[in-house]
């Protein structure tokens, strides 16, 4: 079965750092992939998604991705955060054998001001 | 796009009863989803609720716990059975746009979800 894990539980950062954070996929055929923001009190929503070609996705608010199949890994990534992006991030995958996403465990994400 | 709306969006219930949640799509969508999100932990997929089939549950999850009705194209509800503390969570309604076949431009929509705690 299809899966995804992240290994960052709960990551802390000054406002300007730079981040990244880690995902990584099981193999299962064609890989489709996604990050989600889950902000304080409100609905998930989709930052970003690879499904084929350039494996650099950039997504909204700033944040992009890479996807590097050799390494089985969907990382995001942000220059420079801001305490507005204090949030929970889900990595995911499409289980295309079963038509449904699959979540990783979550990170989340505090920035200090 | 599509819009999801949740009733109720929290409720706090007594051991052993029930809890009907209804998820309301603005658009016609085949592929709907329910999903558990307990306190600081990640989604759990409940079960796929697909319009004209039943509804298929994941491991953990059956159909007697989590009975879903899935009437039409834009609506459906999950039901919470014989409740206890330990279904206390937020529960999800999701729903799959598809454009054909999954393609760069589908996407999976949340709805803001139903708090629940059972006492």
């Known amino acids: 079965a299809q899966s995804v894990s992240q290994h960052n539980h709960h990551v802390i950062l000054s406002e300007a750092a730079s981040l990244e954070l880690g995902c990584n996929y099981s193999y299962g055929g064609t890989v489709n992939l996604f990050w989600y923001v889950q902000y304080p009190g409100q609905h998930l929503q989709l930052l970003l998604k690879y499904f084929s070609g350039d494996p650099l996705v950039k997504g909204i608010k700033g944040f992009e991705a890479e996807f590097i199949k050799s390494k089985f890994s969907f990382n995001l990534r942000k220059p420079s955060v801001q305490w507005s992006d204090t949030a929970e991030y889900f990595c995911a995958t499409w289980y295309s054998s079963a038509s449904k996403i699959i979540f990783g465990s979550g990170t989340r994400l505090s920035i200090r001001p | 796009s599509a819009v999801i709306s949740q009733k109720p969006s929290r409720d706090i219930c007594q051991r052993g009863t029930s809890l009907t949640i209804q998820c309301q799509v603005d658009?016609?969508?085949?592929?709907m989803f329910w999903y558990r999100q307990q306190p600081g932990q990640s989604l759990t997929l409940i079960a796929t609720a697909n319009q004209g089939s039943e509804a298929t549950y994941e491991s953990g999850f059956v159909i007697d716990k989590f009975p879903i009705s899935r009437p039409n194209l834009t609506f459906s509800t999950l039901t919470v059975s014989n409740m206890s503390p330990e279904d206390s969570s937020i529960y999800l309604c999701?729903?799959?746009?598809?454009?054909?076949?999954?393609?760069?431009?589908?996407?999976?929509?949340f709805g803001p979800g139903t708090r629940l705690t059972v006492l």
């Open positions: 999701s729903v799959l746009l598809l454009a054909g076949g999954l393609s760069s431009t589908d996407t999976q929509y």
């Open positions: 658009s016609q969508v085949t592929m």
